[in-house]
């Protein structure tokens, strides 16, 4: 499989994971994140989509610890991928 192939895979599966927990009405946040990576890895038969979710986890997890945010006062929500450009940054 091709570099790209492998990223694009790896964003379907974390998507995935999103809409699951969208779905059951579950928070989205880090931990919910994590656990359901965690399960659909264990669960799945194909190694490439077993893969797919590993590097999700990996992401997610990576992520997490580049997240140095505090909410603020008027709301308890933190980015989870704090370190991707914001709104104002430049874009090329």
Do not use: W
Not at 3 to 19: Q, R, S, W, Y
Not at 31 to 47: C, P, V
Not at 66 to 76: A, F, I, K, R, T
């Amino acid at each position: 499989m091709f570099p790209d192939e492998e990223e694009k895979l790896t964003d379907i599966m974390l998507g995935d994971a999103v809409l699951y927990l969208l779905q059951e009405g579950s928070a989205i946040n880090v931990s919910a994140l994590i656990a359901t990576l965690q399960k659909m890895a264990e669960r799945e038969e194909s190694a490439i989509y077993q893969q797919a979710c590993l590097n999700a986890l990996k992401n997610v997890r990576n992520s997490a610890k580049l997240c140095v945010c505090q909410p603020d006062e008027e709301s308890n929500v933190l980015p989870l991928f704090s370190h991707f450009p914001t709104a104002n940054a430049t874009k090329h």
